[in-house]
């Protein structure tokens, strides 16, 4: 999924790059509407779990490899727009440390696997959440159906961005065919990993999925307290 410099057009790379800039700015914006101190440690756990899943490529079909995206795990856990944050982090370390995907394409990255991945994603779970029943059950098969969702859409935002400035002679029909089914394959793994982490973290510690904060009982104020002295 990691574009690498000179397969996309400047004018289509720099455009993207705008998109993300803008993207990257309202999440810097939103982000501390969706942490607070109990949160926070997570965010910095699901960057460096991203960035560890990453690195390691399972096999698909016909010698292709796909990994995690980790979008809709990110959005899920930590809310969308700190889930956006921290995978252009991860894009943006990989960039520039390990040179997975190119630096004049990170504007492309971010917005197939940031924007579409994590914020497109998390449209997708909400979606499912609202036709189905309330409980941790659907919360685990939503954010697994919704991070396979997100890695399709990831590829056909790709495919888009090809068509409008790919730099290599291959058909649109060919490219299509190949993104989009490798990746409908690659989302299989997908969903059944980002099901498996939420459902993991959302059986010890409910209260720090941001995605599930509906399912957490309502918070009660006790009465004050009175407290009677003696008089004479």
């Known amino acids: 999924m990691h574009i690498p410099d000179g397969f996309i057009d400047t004018p289509v790379s720099v455009a993207a ?3 993300a800039v803008a993207g990257v700015a309202v999440a ?14 997570l965010a910095g756990l699901v960057a460096a779990f991203l960035f560890a899943a990453q690195m390691l490529n399972f096999p698909v079909a016909a010698g292709t490899s796909g990994h995690l995206l980790g979008g809709v795990l990110a959005a899920v856990l930590v809310g969308p727009w700190t889930g956006m944050l921290c995978v252009s982090l991860v894009l943006l370390v990989q960039g520039l440390v390990f040179a997975d995907g190119g630096l004049s394409a990170l504007g492309l990255n971010i917005v197939n696997m940031g924007l579409i991945g994590a914020v497109g994603g998390y449209g997708v ?3 499912i959440r609202r ?10 098969i939503s954010a697994g159906v919704a991070a396979g969702v997100s890695v399709v859409l ?5 495919w888009v961005e090809y068509a409008l400035g790919g730099t290599t002679d291959v058909s649109l029909g060919a490219v ?3 993104m989009v089914g490798t990746h409908a394959l690659i989302g299989i793994g997908e969903g059944l990993i980002t ?8 059986a010890v510690r409910p209260d720090l999925v941001y995605g599930a ?7 009660t104020v006790a009465p004050p307290r009175v407290v009677r002295t003696g008089g004479g």
């Open 176 to 178: 299509f065919a190949a």
């Open 213 to 219: 904060q509906d399912l957490l009982p309502p918070l």
């Open 17 to 19: 790059g705008v998109v």
């Open 28 to 41: 810097i914006k939103k982000a501390p509407t969706e942490i607070d101190e109990r949160r926070a440690p």
């Open 195 to 202: 099901a498996l982490t939420v459902g993991a973290v959302l």
């Open 125 to 127: 779970y909400r979606a």
């Open 131 to 140: 036709v189905t029943p309330a409980n941790k059950t659907m919360v685990v």
């Open 154 to 158: 990831a590829s056909i935002g790709f």
